[in-house]
């Protein structure tokens, strides 16, 4: 048999999606399973943007698409930037891909060479790294701790930027930790990167619409405009549409970044389905007063399961201000053995005893760079998420 390529030697299976594949599969076989690993919407996607994609469909908008996204949609996309995060693109600064999770691969791929290295503050989204590594790139992650909001400091960016730096990737809100930059720390980042010209900015806003407690969505080039011409803005429509399915990410940037990706574009895939397109016009240019609906029921979510767990002797979760996560410290289960018996040694441990003894499917932190910490999505039903709080409260006081 011949060999698989090198490049896949460094290159692990996405930890969220295996518990994920984990909780179907104990679901199969019969058990009640509470999955709170999938970093998914579980309301419907909009009415409106179902019925644009079956027009579409009848119209006969079913052949190939324009690999950069259909001409409605590139300006679809142009109105979003302007009304929502003040930045001006051309129509040939805007490209679309098959979720915000390709157009990072192709940013990543169109720049990255061998011995380039890519600042990643940390924890930080499972993917980020292994794409990295995927491109022949080398991640450098800089921890960002729990007493500063799992937010960098300054400092900690500015030292670990190098004359090999490509890259800074920024995600707030955060996956997997909920956390949110105010302008002040998206500044503070601004004014270290413009003392680096040589590096690229990715920040990957998709959870840009699930925000808490008053606060305000920023993004790094609306902050700071001198950073426009380096600063490739992400985003798309599954987390705030729920169109997780639906596949559709796009971004805006300079030319010459968007031109290369674009190249990257059309030898790994091409365009995105025109009915996803459609779909896509619909809701960017449709109402929005779903999202801060959607947003609310979040929020009420977040304070229950917060409540919850911070009632838990040894359980201690920082309050996040946005996406639908929370990251959850169990420093203190480390060194025990749970009532079934199995010993505790770090996260994955926990992770796994919780799936076995109390069918409660999670996420362990040092899939995201950071132990001892596990990561749950309160992306579901308030039953489930009873039922879940039940469950994980009875494992951690069976723990001795």
């Given at each position: ?182 302008r002040?720390e ?13 590096v ?40 705030a549409?729920s ?37 896509a016009?619909?809701?960017l ?19 229950y399961?917060?409540?919850?767990l ?39 441990d ?11 499917v ?39």
């Open positions: 048999m011949p060999d698989i390529a090198d490049r896949l030697k460094n290159v692990s299976v996405s930890a969220s999606v295996a518990m994920t594949q984990k909780a179907r599969d104990l679901a199969a076989q019969g058990v009640d399973v509470v999955g709170l690993s999938t970093g998914e919407p579980d309301f419907p996607t909009p009415d409106h943007a179902i019925d644009a994609a079956y027009a579409a469909a009848k119209a006969g908008d079913t052949r190939y698409p324009p690999t950069d996204g259909t001409p409605a949609l590139r300006a679809a996309i142009q109105r979003k930037f302007l009304r929502d995060n003040e930045l001006k693109y051309d129509i040939s600064q805007i490209l679309t891909a098959g979720g915000a999770k390709q157009i990072i691969f192709n940013a990543m791929m169109a720049t990255i060479n061998p011995g380039d290295e890519v600042v990643i503050p940390t924890p930080s989204w499972i993917s980020y790294a292994d794409i990295v590594k995927f491109a022949g790139g080398t991640p450098v992650p800089v921890a960002c701790h729990e007493e500063n909001g799992f937010k960098p400091l300054a400092a900690d960016l500015d030292a670990a930027i190098t004359p090999n730096t490509k890259w800074l990737l920024i995600n707030y809100p955060s996956n997997p930790t909920g956390s949110v930059a105010t002040e998206m500044q503070a980042i601004a004014d270290v990167m413009l003392r680096h010209p040589q690229w900015i990715l920040t990957d806003d998709i959870y840009e619409h699930l925000i808490y407690d008053g606060v305000t969505f920023w993004t790094l080039a609306q902050v700071e405009p001198r950073l426009y011409d380096r600063v490739l803005t992400v985003n798309g429509v599954s987390k549409y169109m997780t399915g639906w596949r559709l990410g796009f971004c805006g940037g300079p030319l010459p970044l968007i031109k290369a990706m674009s190249n990257v574009n059309t030898q790994n895939s091409g365009g995105v389905t025109t009915l996803t397109q459609a779909a016009v619909a809701v240019d449709g109402p929005q007063d779903l999202l801060k609906e959607r947003a609310e029921i979040y929020r009420q979510r977040r304070d399961v917060l409540g919850r911070n009632s838990i002797p040894g359980v201690h979760c920082h309050t996040p201000q946005g996406a639908f996560y929370l990251f959850v410290n169990i420093a203190a289960f480390v060194g025990k053995t749970t009532a079934g018996g199995r010993a505790i040694s770090n996260d994955a926990f992770v796994m005893a919780l799936i076995e003894e109390q069918h409660v999670t996420v362990p932190g040092a899939a995201y760079g950071m132990s001892p910490y596990f990561r749950l999505s309160y992306a579901t039903s308030m039953e489930r998420l009873q039922t879940g709080c039940d469950r994980i409260t009875a494992f951690c006081t069976g723990c001795h």
